[in-house]
């Protein structure tokens, strides 16, 4: 068995949409904090890849079949021939154009899994869907199954002009915090341990007392330390 740098190369680049379209949806749909497997996270890559080629393989062979381009034709010839580099370096302008469009699809399919996701709906048909759940299962990628946090989905910002602000009562009589939740980390329910970042944040020590601002940039608490939090939405106009 020889190793072929030209395969290996081809399915990197193949695969390059789909890191981007995860990283596009990662920018809209906040990261688990739980260390995928590398299985995972290829698939992933994977997954979003072969919905980019797919959904441009169909769109380029109906675009050629309208002008009846001998391109497909060609490209057949080539393969049986073992002929495809001289084959792709001359047609090395619709190569680019096509592996830019890629890129540019890849960004756009990760936009839309994030919105979607975000409100769960990918997720909720998933793992509805009696096909597909057990063969992304299987293949070991999860992440479209995932139940979000009831912490996540309580405090999350469905809106660009949404804010969330939280008042935190502190175990052991540790006061009072409040101020604007500004971020934190997403890790299932079941870990105790959940950093999550203040700003414009004041403090009190009884229940009874004026809260007092602090002169700091924010606030790192954790969740295991509150006793409760209690918390309201605005929109800024």
């Known amino acids: 068995m020889t190793f ?21 949806r990662s920018r809209l749909v906040p990261r688990s904090l739980r260390t995928q497997s590398v299985v995972e996270e290829t698939g992933n890559y994977v997954f979003n890849s072969i919905v980019v080629h797919l959904i441009l393989f ?21 393969i049986a021939q073992k002929q495809l580099p001289a084959w792709a370096w ?23 899994r994030g919105v979607a996701e975000r409100d769960r709906r990918i997720g909720s048909w998933l793992a509805d869907n009696r096909f597909l759940r057990p063969l992304l299962l299987r293949l070991g990628v999860r992440a479209f199954l995932e139940e979000a946090p009831v912490w996540y989905e309580a405090l999350r910002e469905t809106t660009r002009d949404e ?21 934190y980390g997403i890790v299932p329910d079941s870990e105790p341990n959940k950093d999550f970042l203040l700003v414009n944040a004041a403090y009190k020590k009884q229940e009874s007392d004026t809260y007092v601002s602090l002169a700091a940039d924010g606030v790192l608490l954790n969740f295991a330390d509150a006793e409760s939090i209690s918390f309201i939405k605005e929109t800024i106009a």
Do not use: W
Request: glycine share 10%.
């Open 90 to 112: 001359q047609h090395r302008y619709l190569i680019a154009a096509y592996y830019i469009a890629s890129l540019l699809s890849g960004c756009v399919l990760g936009v839309l």
């Open 4 to 24: 072929d740098i030209t395969g290996l190369l081809i399915f990197l680049l193949a695969i390059v949409p789909g890191f981007i379209a995860q990283q596009a």
């Open 163 to 183: 804010r969330t602000f939280v008042e935190v009562r502190m175990k052991q009589n540790g006061g009072f915090y409040t101020g604007e939740l500004k971020s």
């Open 58 to 78: 169909a769109s380029l062979r109906v675009t050629l079949a309208v002008f009846q381009s001998v391109i497909p034709a060609s490209l057949g010839a080539a």
